[in-house]
């Protein structure tokens, strides 16, 4: 198990997971500050009305909802193309299962 620690494919597969979690975090992470600073030294901003008794800051904070449905959905799909196979590829030379591919009769 610690060789598998060093095998260039585990190292690939942690490259490619923190490639896509630090920089979608720190982008989700700098929205949502900024929806807090607004909503705290801008208020002028935020309690604009766009129509009705809608303003900015509801548009921002269901905005915030939005955002993060859509870094889950990313992930997933980068998930199910980039880590997944190799993953799969690794549990099953680690464990000698077969591999969840194989269990499925291949990737569609």
């Not at 260039?8 to 807090?36: E, M, Q």
């Not at 993060?68 to 997933?76: D, K, M, P, Q």
Request: hydrophobic residues 50%; charged residues 20%.
């Amino acid at each position: 198990m610690v060789a598998m620690h060093s095998d260039p494919r585990f190292l690939d597969l942690k490259r490619r997971l923190t490639g896509f979690v630090f920089p979608a975090s720190i982008a989700f992470l700098a929205w949502y500050l900024l929806y807090v600073v607004m909503s705290v030294y801008a208020r002028g901003v935020m309690s604009t009305v766009l129509f009705g008794d809608v303003n900015v800051a509801l548009v921002f904070g269901v905005l915030q909802f939005v955002t993060t449905f859509g870094i889950a959905i990313l992930y997933s799909r980068y998930a199910n193309r980039r880590l997944d196979p190799v993953a799969d590829e690794l549990r099953a030379e680690l464990t000698g299962a077969p591999a969840h591919d194989e269990l499925r009769g291949g990737r569609a």
